[in-house]
C-alpha cells in the first residue's frame, strides 16, 4: 500500500488511470468529488466488494484520509494489488490542488 499527498496524487494522475474510490458517505460526495470517481461509502465496501478488480490499481479517497487508510489496509489484507490512500483526504486536496471545490 502507498499514502500519497495531494501533490503526489496530482503529478501522479497525469500519467496514469487509477480507480478513483470515494469512501465518503453520498451527502459528502454531493458538496464535492473527482470527476470520474466512484462513490462507495465505506459501511457499504464488505457488500460490495466482489463488485471490485483486486488488480485494478485503486486509490481510496475519503474526507481527511482516515477512513480511506483503514479502507486501504483493509484492502491490502484481502489481496488487492496495488493500493494508494489519499493522505489528508478531499479536504487537502481542495485546500492544495482545487480550490473551487467545496471545503466542508
Request: hydrophobic letters at 40%; proline letters at 2%; charged letters at 25%.
Amino acid at each position: 500500500m502507498k499514502d500519497f499527498t495531494a501533490t503526489e496524487l496530482e503529478i501522479y494522475l497525469k500519467d496514469n488511470q487509477p480507480l478513483l474510490l470515494d469512501v465518503r458517505e453520498q451527502w459528502e460526495w454531493d458538496k464535492c468529488h473527482f470527476e470520474n470517481s466512484k462513490l462507495l461509502p465505506m459501511g457499504q465496501i464488505m457488500a460490495n466488494i466482489d463488485l471490485l478488480d483486486k488488480t485494478q490499481e485503486v486509490i481510496v479517497i475519503c474526507h481527511h484520509g482516515i477512513r480511506s487508510m483503514q479502507v486501504a489496509h483493509y484492502f491490502s489484507s484481502i489481496g488487492f494489488e496495488k493500493v494508494i490512500n489519499l493522505r489528508g483526504g478531499i479536504d487537502a486536496w481542495t485546500k492544495q490542488i482545487d480550490n473551487s471545490m467545496t471545503l466542508y
